[in-house]
């Protein structure tokens, strides 16, 4: 590969929320937790070898009866979001990384290929917290 000899003009995309294809036969609902799957389409969270959180579900897109792509999705990359939690936390858990059980419940013990979500930034109570996402989104 050759380095530039001339000046490039990358054009700047903000990047908070961005659309991605959607993977077949599955539907996705507004404020779920979403991945990119080993193929690379949005799909709900749930545990999969090679998965990566891609963000929180701006809309409710249903593609039940679609081919993987027949449709996209747009996903928040950036931001605080409130998220429940299977598991009983507490204030010491701030600053702590949470992985996505399913689309809509984190904890922060990983089990085996569950994505990481982000990091509490805020306490609720012992089943919701607020989680920042930033640089964790793909």
């Known amino acids: 590969m050759a380095a ?3 000046n490039v003009d990358r054009k700047e995309k903000e990047g ?10 599955d539907i996705i ?5 979403v991945k990119h799957n080993a193929a690379g389409y949005l799909a709900p969270c749930a545990a999969e070898a090679g998965a ?12 039940s009866a679609g ?3 027949a449709k996209t999705c747009r996903v ?3 931001g605080s979001f409130l998220m429940s939690s299977g598991t009983s936390l507490s204030q010491a858990d701030v600053g702590s990384a ?3 059980s399913d689309d809509d419940t984190v904890s922060t ?5 569950e994505q990481l979500v982000g990091y509490i930034v805020e306490f609720i109570s012992s089943t919701q917290v607020r989680v920042r996402i930033d640089n964790v989104a793909i």
Not at 29 to 33: F, K
Not at 109 to 113: F, G, K, L
């Open 4 to 6: 530039l000899t001339a």
């Open 16 to 25: 908070k929320l961005v659309a991605s294809p959607v993977v077949a036969s």
């Open 29 to 33: 609902y507004q404020g779920a937790l």
């Open 52 to 63: 990566v959180f891609a963000g929180v579900a701006y809309e409710k897109v249903d593609n």
């Open 67 to 69: 081919a993987a792509g």
């Open 76 to 78: 928040e990359k950036k």
């Open 98 to 100: 949470v992985y996505a």
């Open 109 to 113: 013990t990983q089990a085996t290929n």
